[in-house]
């Protein structure tokens, strides 16, 4: 089972409840039913890769959805490109060839307060870009605590060439806990929305200058 194989749009959560029986033969049937479940699992554990058990369970959605993994939601607000990046103290001009693809996105977390990894673009034929790093953390949404109740809002700016553009999407992920058991981490992907023509748009006609703050 690949990433790929992993994408889902946010399933409802299902409980689970095994119905009761009187007399011994419910020790029995309990006894029973964790050795096959038990057997199970180490049977599809064996057939799985390295590569697989390491790789994220993943939840999709487009801009402007609310994409809910259960340990944390995000969404991207909007995008847009520049040739350069005001930080405040200077400006950053993108490479030669490239441009910088702003995503403006926002978090929340359902009650325990954690900091968003820096996201990564993912490209239609499943290369990944890291958030570029001549832009400080703190100025990105990688910096503040997600808190439970309200949402936090921020951005996180990539320096790319226009081959990455058309069916790119931002993925946002969370660090990893040893006070969690989940066999699969959980990451967000959302679509851009960039066919070619719209990616062809962003690329050639870019703001001049991007400021840091800005949410248009």
Do not use: C
Not at 46 to 55: D, H, R, V, W, Y
Not at 161 to 175: E, K, W
Not at 195 to 211: E, G, H, I, N, S
């Amino acid at each position: 089972m690949t990433a790929t194989d992993q994408r889902r749009s946010a399933p409802p959560r299902q409980s689970r409840r095994s119905s009761r029986k009187g007399g011994g033969s419910k020790v029995l049937n309990a006894v029973v039913g964790l050795a096959l479940a038990g057997g199970a699992i180490g049977l599809q554990t064996l057939m799985l890769t390295s590569e697989q058990l390491g790789a994220p369970l993943t939840y999709t959605g487009a801009v402007k959805d609310e994409v809910d993994t259960g340990r944390f939601s995000a969404r991207v607000d909007s995008i847009s490109s520049a040739r350069a990046i005001d930080v405040g103290d200077k400006t950053i001009e993108a490479a030669k060839d490239q441009v910088f693809l702003v995503v403006q996105a926002a978090a929340t977390v359902p009650k325990e307060p954690l900091h968003l990894q820096p996201a990564e673009l993912l490209t239609d034929d499943g290369k990944r870009f890291a958030a570029t790093d001549r832009i400080e953390k703190a100025k990105t949404l990688s910096n503040p605590w997600i808190q439970p109740g309200w949402w936090s809002s921020g951005l996180f700016v990539f320096e790319v060439p226009a081959s990455t553009l058309p069916g790119a999407r931002a993925v946002f992920s969370i660090p990893t806990s040893i006070f969690y058991g989940e066999p699969y981490m959980p990451e967000v992907e959302v679509d851009l929305g960039l066919d070619d023509a719209a990616a062809q748009r962003l690329f050639t006609a870019p703001k001049d200058v991007y400021q840091l703050g800005d949410k248009r």
